[in-house]
């Protein structure tokens, strides 16, 4: 369609020499292009569904957002690669690394720089001064008295998979984040701990923390910045005409009434391109098809007209299709990859976000959500950013945080994932944009 489009744009060009004749013509031609745009789209759509431009959806190569992290991480496993360490077959028998320095012991425990510190998940007396610590592991203020020997200390920080195949600990050993000097210096810390944490005030204590409740009106463009993307910046984008002449009014003059429950029915399975779309891939290819415009993920175009689009189904229940053949398998491979070890800290989505792992916990100051109330307000303000992140946005910081490579946005995978994640929001109705930390 667009080839035709383009075409067409170009005949007309070359005859248009002689200006009150490109008058005349202009009228007609335009005429003439309005009748097979429709008739091509029409035709194509009953066939198929809306046009899509068959191009990458985001930029290429990939490049990681300025200001993330940076460190090399593809030598653990991610969304597409299988590359980790294996796990150990049998403990470690540590030798002279057990006459460890406590001291330098506390402070690597409580040191952020190390995959977050074990505070992340553990209250460990008074290392790191209480600080905001952790519950998704047990209280090991009192290790010390618990009789464990040191082998078992020593392998259970160097690699806990060898006691606990389903552990969520990280293999800080195997995956080289402490050598084994330095596992000698915390298993040291570890036997010195022989009484309660004491904490600073009650917040410190993450089995006393309130868990948080979002209460701000995230539809009040008062007190949510993104609110100006549907009410100013996407309406005046619907109607700005892109290189193919049309704008996406041309062809939805009343997108509040014809979109009102789209977004909630996605992602879905699109055979055409053989993988699940989600709300911001189908802006980008059929902004390009139908219009011209190249409006990439996670560039700010798009993400206002997702934002809006979105925003035009608020109320609706969230319903992805999860039952034809295609999409099934999507939804199967999506629960695949989210309890999928990925990175050096040796993380799957459900070890943090499901509800029979660290879910309704804390990591060190972070409540973790169930995967069930994570999709309605997305794309979502971060106060904490200072901009609006749409789900896959979310889902490569996931991946970062935990030191895994992230994929372009576009990445079958996340398609796979998204299909999931919906089907687990199922019956949600769509309140967007949120506002969250
Ligand atoms: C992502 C959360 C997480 C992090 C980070 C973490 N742990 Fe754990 N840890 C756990 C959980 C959960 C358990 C409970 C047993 C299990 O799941 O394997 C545990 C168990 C343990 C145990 C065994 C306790 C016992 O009763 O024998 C030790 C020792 C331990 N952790 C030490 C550490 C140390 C030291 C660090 C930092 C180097 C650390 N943990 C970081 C989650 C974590
Ligand atoms: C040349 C005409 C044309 C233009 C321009 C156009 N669309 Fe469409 N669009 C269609 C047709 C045809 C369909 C399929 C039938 C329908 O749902 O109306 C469609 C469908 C859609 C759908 C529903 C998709 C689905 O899976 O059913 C959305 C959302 C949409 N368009 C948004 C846009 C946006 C945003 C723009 C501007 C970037 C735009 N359209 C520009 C013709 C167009
Ligand atoms: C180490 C723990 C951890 C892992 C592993 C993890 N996340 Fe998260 N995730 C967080 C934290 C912390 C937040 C912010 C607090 C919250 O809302 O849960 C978050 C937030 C989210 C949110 C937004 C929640 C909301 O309501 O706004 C989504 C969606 C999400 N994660 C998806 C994923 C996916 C998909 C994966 C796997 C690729 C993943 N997470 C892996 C810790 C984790």
Known sequence: ??????????????????????????????????????????????????????????????VRYS???????????????????????????????????????QKLVADRS??????????MGPAGGADLPGNVGP???????????????????????????????????????FNEAEIGDIVAFLKTLKSPA????????????????EQRDNLDGMINPAMWLVEERAPALWKTAGPAGTSCASCHSNPAQS?????????????????????????????????????LMQSEENTALSTYLRYLANGAPIAPDTESTQAKAAYQRGEALSTRKI????????????????????????????????????PTWRTSQQSVWDIRKRFQWCQVAIWADDLPPDAPEYGDL????????????LSVPGIRH
């Not at 078992?152 to 293999?171: C, G, I, K, Q, S």
């Not at 005030?201 to 089995?207: G, V």
């Not at 299909?419 to 949600?428: C, D, E, F, I, K």
């Open 1 to 62: 369609m667009t080839v035709t489009v383009t075409q067409m744009m170009q005949s007309f060009h070359s005859l248009t020499e002689n200006p009150r004749r490109r008058r005349w013509l202009a009228g007609g031609a335009l005429a003439i292009l309005a009748v097979s745009v429709a008739v091509a789209v029409s035709l194509q759509t009953r066939a198929q569904g809306p046009s899509l431009a068959p191009l990458a959806a985001s930029a290429r190569p990939w």
């Open 67 to 105: 200001g993330w992290p940076t460190r090399d991480t593809s030598k653990f496993n991610s969304m597409t690669a299988l590359v980790s360490p294996p796990s150990p077959t049998a403990p470690r028998k540590p030798g002279r690394e057990l006459a460890g320095d406590p001291a330098a012991g």
């Open 114 to 123: 190390r995959g977050g510190s074990c505070l992340a998940c553990h209250v």
């Open 139 to 177: 209280d090991l203020s009192e290790i010390g008295n618990a009789g464990r020997d040191d082998e078992w200390l020593f392998n259970y920080v160097y690699d806990a998979r060898v006691y606990n195949p389903d552990t969520v600990m990280p293999p800080w050993g195997t995956h080289g984040i």
């Open 198 to 213: 004491k904490f600073k005030t009650a917040l410190d204590d993450p089995f006393k923390r309130p868990s948080p409740v």
């Open 259 to 295: 979109f009102r429950a789209w977004a909630a029915s996605m992602p879905k399975w699109e055979p055409r391109l053989n993988k699940v779309l989600g709300v911001e891939e189908f802006v980008t290819r059929h902004a390009k098809a139908t219009t011209g415009q190249d409006w």
């Open 343 to 378: 990175g050096a800290l040796n993380f799957s989505c459900a070890d943090c976000h499901g509800a029979e792992k660290s879910a309704s916990k804390w990591i060190r100051g972070q409540w973790l959500g169930e995967l069930r109330g994570q999709l309605d307000h997305f």
């Open 418 to 429: 998204e299909l999931y994640l919906a089907a687990q929001n199922t019956g949600q109705k």
